[in-house]
C-alpha cells in the first residue's frame, strides 16, 4: 500500500472538546493537516517525547513501554494510522526484533502510538483514504492562529524574560519534580532563546 508520511506540526487545545488537545499531523507534499483529538496526559508525553532535554523523576507510562521494548531487543519501526471510523482513528505501532529479525504489530491508541514513535524517532504514516477523509488543509486559518501563538509567546517571554538564568533553571527543576511539564517546557523553551542570543 502506499502510505503518506505524516508529520507532527504541533500540538494545541482542542476548540471542539473541553479538556482535550489536538495533535496536528501533516503530509508535507500536499500541506493537508490530520488534526487528531488526544487526552491531556497524552499530550503531555508527546510533548516530553518531542523535548529530550526534559526528563520527569519518575517514568512516565511510554518511558516504561519504551525501556521495556528496548530491554526485549525489539525496535519501534513506525507506527500507520490506517482508519477512520465515526471520527475514531485506528493506529498500528510496527515492531522489529533485533536479534530475529521478527516483526511484531501491536494495535494502538493513535495518541499512544504517536507518543511512542516521538521516542523512537519513528516515522508516521497514514493511507491516502483517511488523509481524504479526515484530512483538512488550514492555509487561510494557520496564518492568524500562528498570529495567536506569537502574541501567546510573547507574553510568555514577558512573563520570564526578567528572571535570571540561575532562576529559571531553579523554576524548570521545580515544574519538573512537581510534575507540571506544561510550565517547564514554557521554562525550557525561554532557556533555550537565551542560549541562542549568546551563540
Known amino acids: 500500500m502506499d502510505y503518506k508520511q505524516l508529520i507532527i506540526r504541533g500540538i494545541s487545545y482542542s476548540q471542539t472538546q473541553s479538556g482535550a488537545y489536538a495533535l496536528l499531523l501533516e503530509h508535507e507534499e500536499t500541506h493537508i493537516k490530520l488534526p487528531v483529538v488526544i487526552g491531556n496526559f497524552e499530550a503531555q508525553s508527546i510533548s516530553l517525547g518531542l523535548e529530550k532535554d526534559i526528563h520527569p523523576p519518575r517514568p512516565l507510562t511510554h518511558d516504561l513501554f519504551t525501556k521495556f521494548i528496548v530491554s526485549a531487543q525489539f525496535e519501534l519501526v513506525s507506527v500507520i494510522i490506517y482508519q477512520i471510523v465515526d471520527g475514531v482513528f485506528f493506529s498500528n505501532i ?16 493513535t495518541s499512544d502510538a504517536v507518543a511512542m514513535a516521538v521516542r523512537f524517532d519513528a516515522p508516521i504514516f497514514t493511507t491516502q483514504q483517511v488523509l481524504s477523509e479526515a484530512g483538512i488543509l488550514l492555509e487561510l486559518e494557520e496564518t492568524a492562529k500562528e498570529e495567536d501563538v506569537f502574541s501567546e509567546t510573547m507574553q510568555d517571554e514577558d512573563s520570564l524574560k526578567n528572571i535570571s538564568m540561575e532562576e529559571l533553571q531553579k523554576l524548570l527543576d521545580d515544574a519538573v519534580k512537581e510534575e507540571d511539564f506544561d510550565t517547564a517546557l514554557e521554562i525550557q523553551e525561554e532557556i533555550k532563546r537565551r542560549k541562542k542570543k549568546i551563540d
Open 94 to 109: 510496527n515492531f522489529k526484533n533485533k536479534l530475529t529479525e521478527e516483526e511484531l504489530i501491536l494495535d494502538a491508541r
